[in-house]
């Protein structure tokens, strides 16, 4: 995730703490603005598969302000996977992250399953998910830049999420103290387990940064804030600085936006931190979300535009 090599943006780039002149620079713009309320997020739309170029825009300038945008289509209930992979082809994201447990188009559908291995994993259930960016234990080569949400049928009760875009929880941190960003961008902050099957490793044991430059100069989160199935440093200030993310996620924060995603509507980002909460399916509704997860950044959203 990062390169033993500093490339020309990573020294340019806000993210790196001896940058203070550019972190202040770019401070100011990023709050310049900042949505206040999820309203602000939102987007209407006919068809995600065919975006006008005023649909397209007012898209990207939410994802260049806050890393996400709400859209609010007139697809409904209609199944068609195509809707968010068109979505996500429209802002550059095409490599798919073909996990194994998606579908075979690369997408993820989550429902509740009843039986079978994926009722062994909590996006399958209808039980809370805590805040956790997505593929957090994925290998560093395959680290997820974006991700799409598109919602097929929501539940009858709950299921809402909260959003908080990562690089707000980066100023907020940093705010507080530099040298918590220092820490949780150690190389062994933090250590995913191995998954084990049958008695063998199906997914290797991973550890790295919580925060990391990518070559180009933008910023990159990998967390979770689950207790079990990760390993933390016990270094005192990495500690100090996990609690001080820990409260930030738990607090009333006016950048912590909350909603649920009702049917023909979707969530677009740059893989935020987000949770859900518990749901409930019955006559009312039976939650079906797809999740496309991207290797790709979406396009013209980076550091580039305040360079």
């Given at each position: 995730m990062?390169n033993?090599?500093i ?14 002149t550019?972190y ?7 709050l310049?603005a900042?949505p206040t ?9 006919k ?5 006008t170029?005023d ?18 289509s007139?697809?409904?209930d209609?199944p068609?996977?195509?809707?968010p992979l ?8 095409k490599?798919?992250n ?11 559908s989550?429902?509740v399953a ?6 062994q994993?909590?996006?399958y ?7 956790h ?12 830049h ?5 919602c ?10 909260a959003l ?10 940093r705010?507080?103290?530099p ?14 387990p ?9 997914r ?8 990391s430059?990518?070559?180009?100069g933008?910023?990159?989160m990998?967390y ?6 990760v ?14 993310l ?10 912590i936006f ?8 979707g ?9 859900r909460t518990a749901?409930?399916d ?17 396009k ?8």
């Open positions: 990062t033993t090599a490339s020309p943006d990573q020294t340019n780039t806000p993210f790196l703490i001896e940058n203070d550019g202040q620079a770019w401070r100011k713009r990023k310049t900042y309320s999820l309203g602000e997020l939102l987007v209407e739309i068809d995600p598969r065919t975006l170029s649909e397209h825009a007012a898209i990207q300038q939410r994802l260049q302000k806050a890393n996400m945008a709400i859209y609010i007139e697809t409904g209609d068609d996977p195509e809707i068109s979505l996500g082809r429209a802002f550059g994201a490599s798919l073909h996990n194994w447990l998606s579908d075979d188009t690369g997408l993820t989550l429902k009843a039986d079978g291995v994926r009722q994993y909590i996006p259930s209808n039980r809370p998910i805590k805040w960016t997505d593929g957090y234990y994925n290998r560093p080569d395959q680290q997820i974006s991700l799409l949400l598109h097929v049928e929501s539940a009858g009760q709950g299921g809402e999420n908080l875009d990562h690089e707000i929880a980066y100023i907020l941190l705010d507080q103290n040298a918590f960003i220092s820490a949780l961008m150690g190389p062994d902050v933090m250590t995913i191995p998954r084990m099957n049958m008695g063998e490793i199906a290797q044991e991973e550890t790295g940064p919580v925060f430059i990518m070559p180009c933008n910023l990159h990998r979770t804030i689950r207790k079990r199935h390993v933390w440093s016990d270094d005192p200030l990495t500690l100090e600085a996990l609690a001080a820990g409260e930030i996620l738990n607090s009333d924060s006016p950048y909350r909603g649920r995603l009702e049917a023909g509507m969530l677009i980002s740059n893989n935020i931190l987000h949770d749901f409930t019955d006559e009312q509704g039976v939650r079906h979300l797809y999740r496309a997860r991207y290797y790709d950044r979406l013209g959203t980076g550091i580039e535009q305040y360079l």
